[in-house]
DNA sequence: GAGGTCACG
DNA sequence: GACGTACGTGACCTCT
């Protein structure tokens, strides 16, 4: 600071909901790369511009907060239920720009505040209070005639109240605001509720503008006078008025006066501003293309301006760039990993202590700890936080001793340190980062807690490196990312609760163990985030990372908790009538094969069909084991084997038992009664989701007997369920990308998609040319070979490449773009979807024949699956903000089977959300991407999941 | 833990 | 000429 009184403190409160308004009406209506509206945010980006480069100028602000409304009713609803009940909704386009003000604030490293149950104003009148008692000048960045009432006010502390309004470039001092009222700020509030307000429905009185209203307070000096001295006033309306209104009148006053005792959520003192970093805020200029800015963030000439404050040093940390592929990339100068170095919290006031410097320090990495894997049933046992390498502590909340017999543990009220922590964790100022953040937004969810903003250093890491791995797949575990970018060995799990039967529960872990165990979570999670924000921005992750998988994270998370109802009777009567018929066909397959065999055992039967029985055919995989599998049981049936169509039906049945009507079952969960999968966002290389534990991505529905399970499916009563899929999307997405005339045509015309092709392909449609049609669409999504085709078709090489080779020639684009593609990848080393999503395929240029080829298909594949992953993701980010303005806040999401959602919602609501749900399936590509093909989406309901097809 | 099989898109 | 023979998953079973 230059200022000759260094100690003389300067508080910005900035009226960030406010100013975002007055910038949306004032600004063209810009948009950002992907099409996301965003002239407001260009107008409050410039905003903070502004002030950051009035940083160290000698009236400058030393302090800076923004102050936003949260929510659309405060506790002045609860006065008068009419309050601001007139507001019209905001303009549609302004809508998406809200949150990304809370981006832009924090991409300037500025605290961000707000609170439920008050409005923006209430809080900086509390805090500017606060700050002119300690004796600080507050100057109030807004231009709202309420908070004109503050303008002025000196305490016996010394310090000043003024505004600042940025779009005029005007100081409002006393002065203006006589100016503008006719009386001294004190009685602006008297002023106001007389005159009334028609925006925020403030009645005031009837007929009493502001011309009437200042000259009543400026006669009587103050409402109350004014309203007394009504009855003695000149017969005529004005008088009428106020003896009638006068009620009307007091509840306006206190519909205008300012709370300005809240609680204050964060301490003024860590509102203080320093360097600005310039890597996030550099990150969103670019995002949203604001290259104007990004150019002067670079620019250091530009003088007075911000780059003596915005630092553009490289961050404290020193993150280190992307490693080429394969090497190990510099380690961080960070210090080592000292288990030693954690605090285990066991105090409130400790616990507080923690929470203040994560306000301040606005990025956390957080890590729950609990008795059990599953989030929907684990018990908390703990939580971690790290605000920086070594700066982490744990909070033990659900110990118990180590037996029986020991004391328990010194440990926090767990409701009580919740409690203290969900202001936190909720805030929109402070970024929470987890390694599998869904995890712990399930476990912190059942505890009345909603975690956001959010980032998934899991998530950034398959955004940067899916597939990118020398030896195979590369994992997004901890551990392993650990290991790969600090060079460090965490302690393992097992290391700390053992396994099989003599594993204990981390609650049993004593808390010495568990504080390093934990902290530690929370300190790599804390340094990968640092390497991995920056390597996402420069290598172009940051579209997919911030656009369709961030946003997942919560999305799915509520799909998870959610879950979906099953039929348990329904299962079981499905599994006793399977059990019977299992134990009827073992007996006869016993009875031909001349003696019982394990029928479960592949390598039995094998040698049971093709040894004993002496069947031909058998064919020796390289373990030496005949295949038995269902092609080629069912050539043997072909050749009159009757045992194995027996053996067919006993698997199938078997395979039906096991994985669906037993394991559902057992998958209920006693709390909900509902079947809570958990998706993996980080399970297929393609972008694709998994399902797991239980996995609901592959219920049955090919076979009659098979869909059964899916009518076991079904939603809570007057409820019905909601299948929404897309039709052909892979194909649609290929005559996209492929630019293939005659496929898009036929899209666009609503044609049979096979039919087409056999039309093309054959000249002719029966069943057998549009079956042959359908198996050369799909080979060529997967990336065709010959062999492979001819063993589809049932029909030699020769004839196989020659249908490949007039496909080609019919569908022109399909082979350019065959051949673009791995070219592409050969070079570069990953594909990439249309949203930008990267695929890594390591082991492309291989010598290895077979590896390669294996390569070349997957990376042919990738881009379409992975596109059609990205458009579905987009789809379901946006469903529940799409759900809610549709009035339908009663529709649940459930699944997601990779083409598929399937929803609940009450059955009044089904005519409503219908077309819903297809324009937002339907447009999901848009903006970024604009297909040349329309996007079929097929909608039914029932009250089953069989039924809804 | 690996291999085989089969449920899904 | 061998290699293996369509992309992406997860669960269950048997056997080592």
Redesign the pocket.
């Known amino acids: 600071m230059d200022t000759p009184d260094s100690s003389k403190r300067h508080l910005y409160l900035v009226d960030g909901s406010a100013y975002i308004f007055r910038a949306y009406h004032r600004l063209p209506p810009l948009t950002n790369p992907r099409g996301v509206p965003v002239g407001a945010v260009y107008g409050y980006t410039t905003m903070l511009w502004k002030l950051a480069e009035d940083l160290h100028k000698a009236d400058g602000p030393t302090h800076l907060a923004v102050i936003l409304d949260k929510g659309s009713t405060t506790f002045r609803n609860a006065l008068y239920d009419q309050y601001k009940a007139n507001r019209p909704p905001p303009p549609e386009d302004l809508v998406p720009q809200f949150p990304l003000i809370r981006d832009a604030t924090r991409a300037f490293s500025l605290a961000c505040i707000e609170e439920d149950d008050l409005e923006a104003d209430d809080l900086i009148a509390s805090y500017a209070r606060e700050a002119t008692r300690l004796g600080w000048d507050v100057t109030i960045v807004s231009s709202d005639k309420d908070l004109m009432q503050l303008v002025g006010t000196c305490s016996e502390g010394g310090g000043c109240i003024d505004m600042l309004d940025t779009m005029k470039n005007l100081r409002i001092g006393i002065p203006e605001v006589i100016e503008k009222f006719g009386v001294p700020p004190e009685l602006v509030g008297d002023v106001l509720a007389l005159m009334g307000d028609s925006v925020d429905n403030v009645p005031g009185i009837r007929g009493i503008g502001p011309k009437t209203a200042t000259k009543l307070i400026q006669e009587h000096g103050g409402l109350e006078n004014a309203l007394a001295a009504a009855p003695a006033m000149k017969a005529g309306k004005l008088r009428e008025s106020l003896i009638e209104q006068a009620e009307m009148a007091r509840l306006s006053r206190v519909l205008v006066a300012l709370k300005e005792d809240c609680p204050l959520p964060i301490p003024l003192e860590d509102f203080a501003l320093g360097q600005i970093p310039r890597d996030p805020l550099a990150a969103f200029l670019e995002e949203h293309g604001f290259t104007s800015l990004l150019r002067r963030l670079d620019d250091g000439k530009g003088s007075p301006g911000p780059k003596t404050q915005l630092n553009p040093a490289k961050p404290e940390t020193g993150a280190a760039p992307a490693a080429p592929q394969g090497s190990r990339q510099p380690l961080p100068a960070w210090p080592t990993v000292d288990l030693a170095a954690y605090q285990c919290v066991q105090s409130m006031g400790e616990l507080q202590q923690w929470i203040a410097r994560a306000f301040a320090a606005r990025v956390v990495a957080i890590d729950t700890e609990t008795s059990a894997l599953d989030s929907m049933q684990a018990d908390l046992v703990g939580i971690s936080m790290a605000l920086g390498p070594n700066d982490a502590c744990y909070i033990p909340l659900g110990h118990r001793g180590t037996d029986m017999f020991a004391e328990m543990p010194l440990q926090l009220d767990r409701a009580e340190a919740v409690a203290a922590l969900k202001p936190l964790l909720e805030s929109d100022a402070v970024l929470k980062v987890g390694q599998n953040i869904k995890y712990d937004l399930t476990v912190l969810a059942r505890h009345g807690v909603d975690v956001a903003p959010i980032d998934d250093t899991m998530v950034m890491s398959f955004c940067l490196d899916a597939g990118r791995s020398e030896t195979g ?1 590369a994992g997004h575990g901890m551990d392993e990312l650990a290991d790969r970018h600090l060079g460090h060995t965490t302690m393992t799990f097992k290391e700390l609760c053992g396994t099989g039967k003599k594993a204990i529960s981390f609650a049993e872990v004593p808390l010495a163990d568990a504080t390093r165990y934990a902290a530690e979570d929370a300190d790599v999670t804390w340094r990968l985030h640092r390497l991995f924000a920056p390597r996402l921005l420069e290598e172009g992750g940051t579209r997919i990372y911030q656009r369709v998988d961030r946003p997942l994270v919560t999305v799915v998370a509520g799909m998870e908790r959610a879950g979906i109802k099953v039929d348990r009777e329904r299962l079981a009567g499905l599994s006793a009538t399977f059990t019977t018929r299992i134990a009827e066909l073992e007996a006869v397959i016993h009875e031909k094969a001349g003696g019982p065999f ?1 029928i ?5 039967l ?1 040698e049971v069909l093709f040894d004993r029985l002496g069947y031909k055919g058998g064919k020796k ?3 030496g ?1 005949y ?4 092609s ?2 069912e050539g043997l049936a072909a050749q009159g084997a009757e045992v194995a169509t027996l053996v ?1 039906e006993w ?2 049945l ?3 038992k ?2 669906y009507t037993e ?1 559902l079952q057992a998958a209920i969960n006693p709390q909900t009664g509902r079947v809570h999968t958990s998706y ?1 966002l980080v ?4 972008g ?1 989701l ?6 609901l ?7 009659e007997i ?1 869909r059964q399970i899916r009518d076991a499916f079904v939603a809570e009563q007057g409820n019905v369920l909601l299948a929404a899929d897309y039709s052909q999307i892979e194909l649609r997405l290929a005559a996209h990308m492929a630019d293939v005339p005659a496929l898009k045509e036929a899209f666009a015309g609503g044609e049979d998609i096979h039919a087409r092709t056999a039309m093309e392909m054959f000249g002719t449609v029966d069943r057998d040319t549009r079956g042959r049609a359908k ?2 669409n ?2 060529i999504l ?4 010959r ?3 001819a ?2 078709l049932g029909c030699t090489a020769e004839e196989a490449q020659a249908m490949i080779d007039r496909y080609f020639e019919r569908f022109p684009g399909i082979q350019r773009y065959i051949h673009d593609t791995l070219e592409k990848v050969r070079e570069c080393g990953y594909s990439e979807t249309l949203f930008g999503r990267k695929t890594w395929f390591p082991r492309i240029n291989s010598k290895n ?2 590896e390669r080829q ?1 390569s070349e ?2 990376a042919i ?2 881009p379409i ?1 992975g596109t059609s992953a990205d458009i579905i993701k987009r789809a379901m980010a946006r469903m529940g903000p799409a759900l809610i303005e549709a009035g339908l806040p009663n529709v649940r999401m459930l699944l997601q ?4 959602l399937v929803f609940e919602l009450p059955e009044g609501d089904v005519e409503a959300a219908r077309p819903v749900i297809e324009r937002v399936m339907a447009g999901a590509a848009e903006p970024s991407v604009r297909l040349t093909v329309p996007l079929g989406v097929e909608i039914g309901t029932g009250l089953s999941w069989g039924a809804a097809h």
């Open positions: 797949i394990t479960g055992s592949p390598k039995q094998g995989g390289k373990t084991q295949s038995t599998d269902q080629v049981l067919l698997r199938q078997s395979k039906l096991s994985t394991a993996s399970g297929a290389q393609t694709r998994s399902s797991n534990e239980p996995n991505q592959n219920i049955p529905i090919r076979t098979g198996t050369i799909f080979a997967y990336g065709i070979s062999w492979g085709l063993g589809r024949q077979a294996g298909r997957a594949n990738a699956q089977v990779h083409d598929e």
